[in-house]
């Protein structure tokens, strides 16, 4: 076993942006520590968050300080704001700290993951979850190294989603927000009181390490109408809310879908059947896949010219 304190905090400076971020440094300020926030262009008008407002607003009505930064070498604007008795944590923050900086917080700058690393390292998050239809995650506290979450992990919880959040992917992601403030809190605690981390040093090239490339929406969020059916309900749940949904065309429109599930169906769908539509009972709109249909949701349509009609995605669309 290893220990680790890290002394007396006045300070705490964040970088990244989101829900998580937000709630940080309310936990921060309520505890009477300094805490100034650091993060991107894209990150300050971002309206991932429950207020659905550019956080760089959400961060101004709670009076929380912050600056955008083009990026990390930028240092004249941050490294003022780092002293002896300063916390660095990043949480998903989109820069990546070189081993200067990494030196300049002198073993004061940790990184917030949401997964159970060395599984999921790298950025998506829980869509990656979603998509693989894996229902046990996890947060890991770990120090920052010149590498992508490799450093010493400090502290690490882990949870199973339960059952009755399983059909909803807004209610598995405030399940998962619920659990990563609970756990932040925790660590905040511990800083607070001064007290040391009691960790295990933890193998990240074991064999279950594995490495997930950030997601971007509107590149990423296409559906492939080859997949089964259930892969593309899973697929749905990784870019609804708070994304703004998974894409794909009809009547040559970009329609974009948050939910989905499956349809008690008899039919065994030939391929050349996705995406068919094929019935619609009342708002509900029934979808031919690869294994069986599933139910929509489809807006800005009137549902009684839909039978019949096609959804589909352009080759140039999906990513190889």
């Known amino acids: 076993m290893d220990k680790l304190n890290f002394g007396e905090i006045k300070k705490i400076v964040l970088f990244g942006g989101g829900q ?10 309520k505890n009477h520590i300094e805490t100034f926030v650091f993060l991107s262009k894209n990150q300050s008008i971002d309206k991932n968050n429950l207020e659905k407002e550019k956080f760089y607003k959400v961060l101004k009505k709670n009076n929380i300080a912050f600056k955008i930064l083009k990026s990390l070498k930028e240092k004249k604007l941050w490294q003022p704001h780092i002293t002896k008795n300063t916390l660095g944590i990043s949480n998903t ?15 004061r700058l940790i990184n917030i993951h949401n997964s159970l690393l060395p599984s999921l390292a790298g950025g998506g998050g829980l869509s990656w979850n979603l998509m693989m239809n894996e229902n046990f995650s996890g ?17 690490q ?24 403030m609970q756990q932040i809190n925790n660590f905040l605690k511990i800083i607070f009181n001064k007290k040391f ?46 994304y703004e949904g998974a894409k794909t065309f009809l009547e040559k429109k970009v329609i974009k879908l948050n939910s989905a599930k499956l349809a008690k169906s008899k039919y065994n769908f030939h391929p050349f059947q996705s995406g068919l539509i094929y019935r619609i009972y009342k708002k509900s709109v029934f979808v031919a896949c690869a294994n069986g249909g599933i139910i929509l949701d489809i807006k800005d ?20």
């Not at 998580?20 to 300020?29: F, R, S, W, Y």
């Open 20 to 29: 998580g971020v937000l709630d940080t440094a309310k936990i921060i300020k």
């Open 93 to 107: 923050c989109r820069w990546i700290f070189d081993k200067k900086d990494i030196l300049f917080f002198k073993k």
């Open 139 to 155: 947060i890991t506290f770990h120090l920052i190294d010149e590498n992508i979450d490799t450093g010493k992990i400090i502290m």
């Open 157 to 180: 919880k882990s949870y199973k989603f339960p059952k009755n959040v399983l059909s909803s992917s807004k209610k598995m992601r405030k399940f998962a927000l619920e659990f990563e």
């Open 197 to 242: 981390f009691i960790y295990e040093k933890i193998n990240h090239f074991k064999k279950e390490a594995s490495y997930w490339p950030r997601l971007n929406t509107k590149l990423d969020a296409w559906i492939d109408w080859s997949w089964n059916s259930v892969q593309i309900i899973n697929f749905i749940k990784a870019f609804s809310n708070p």
């Open 301 to 320: 349509f009137k549902t009684s010219k839909l039978l019949g009609g096609r959804l589909y995605t352009h080759y140039k669309n999906t990513k190889l």
